[in-house]
């Protein structure tokens, strides 16, 4: 969770000095807010919960393929051990 917490800090867009916009998440956006003139009706703006349910889903689906290889891995290495 670090991990992915410092990869969405490294790798997050902020141009509200410009009136642009601040978006996090990755792989999927999950928290965006507007700035000046960039700001219109139709974007939402704010905590996206499609978008962290998303990103939580997915890291938890990376926690389970990388348990699930490693647990692999090692059962063919105690195999070829014995």
Same mark, same amino acid.
């Given at each position: 969770?670090?991990?992915? @917490?410092? $990869?969405?800090?490294?790798?997050? =867009?902020?141009?509200?000095?410009?009136?642009?916009?601040?978006?996090?998440?990755?792989?999927?956006?999950? +928290? =965006? &807010? +507007?700035?000046? #003139? +960039?700001?219109?009706? +139709?974007? @939402?703006?704010?905590l996206l919960w499609k978008g962290l349910v998303a990103d939580v889903l997915f $890291?938890?689906? #990376?926690?389970?393929?990388?348990?699930?290889i490693r647990r692999r891995v090692r059962r063919r290495k105690e195999i070829h &051990?014995?």
């Open positions: 969770m670090i991990f992915w @917490a410092l $990869i969405n800090y490294v790798f997050s =867009k902020n141009d509200l000095d410009s009136d642009g916009f601040f978006e996090i998440g990755i792989p999927f956006t999950f +928290y =965006k &807010e +507007y700035a000046g #003139l +960039y700001s219109n009706g +139709y974007a @939402a703006a704010g $890291i938890f689906l #990376l926690f389970l393929l990388f348990f699930y &051990e014995n």
